[in-house]
């Protein structure tokens, strides 16, 4: 009988933390941009230019991080993975000027693509509050997922799969 109770307590506090949870991110969610992905053209650290409407035959992968944010320096490996196996574009958001970007992106060994938002005009289009943020982008420019906060380098290579199919 008290192992009953026991397991049923444990089912409830699991199911109030995943509601709790789902809330959270449905908040944090609230006013992020859906639908068609606004256009991000600009140059990268690189120089090379950049053009989400461009030339794109499969999804992409746009992910907003930021120097200082200690959740996007847990993420990163995942994001430089992916960043192997698909198209990827990063936007610094208010990370500093572009050689401080550059700077941080040499100390942590990290090769993707980047667009500096010094001032966050791009994430103000895509009404960032808070970072990180993923955007998987169909080569229709559709934003087909939306992750905000830590996303396992698994979850988003799945979510770019589907969006290729």
Request: glycine share 6%; net charge neutral.
């Amino acid at each position: 009988m008290k192992l009953n109770k026991k397991y049923y307590r444990w089912l409830a506090e699991i199911t109030l933390i995943l509601i709790i949870i789902t809330a959270a991110r449905m908040w944090m969610q609230r006013d992020i941009v859906s639908g068609i992905a606004p256009n991000v053209s600009a140059k990268t650290l690189t120089g090379q230019h950049f053009d989400l409407y461009q030339d794109k035959n499969r999804p992409i992968l746009v992910h907003f991080w930021a120097s200082w944010c200690p959740v996007c320096k847990l993420e990163q490996s995942n994001i430089q993975n992916i960043s192997h196996d698909y198209p990827v574009i990063t936007i610094a958001m208010q990370s500093g000027n572009d050689e401080e970007v550059k700077q941080f992106m040499k100390e942590e060994g990290l090769t993707f693509k980047v667009i500096n938002d010094e001032l966050g005009i791009i994430s103000q289009r895509y009404n960032i509050r808070g970072v990180p943020v993923s955007f998987v982008v169909d080569k229709d420019n559709k934003i087909d997922f939306i992750e905000v906060g830590y996303t396992t380098e698994l979850g988003l290579k799945i979510r770019m799969w589907w969006a290729g199919l």
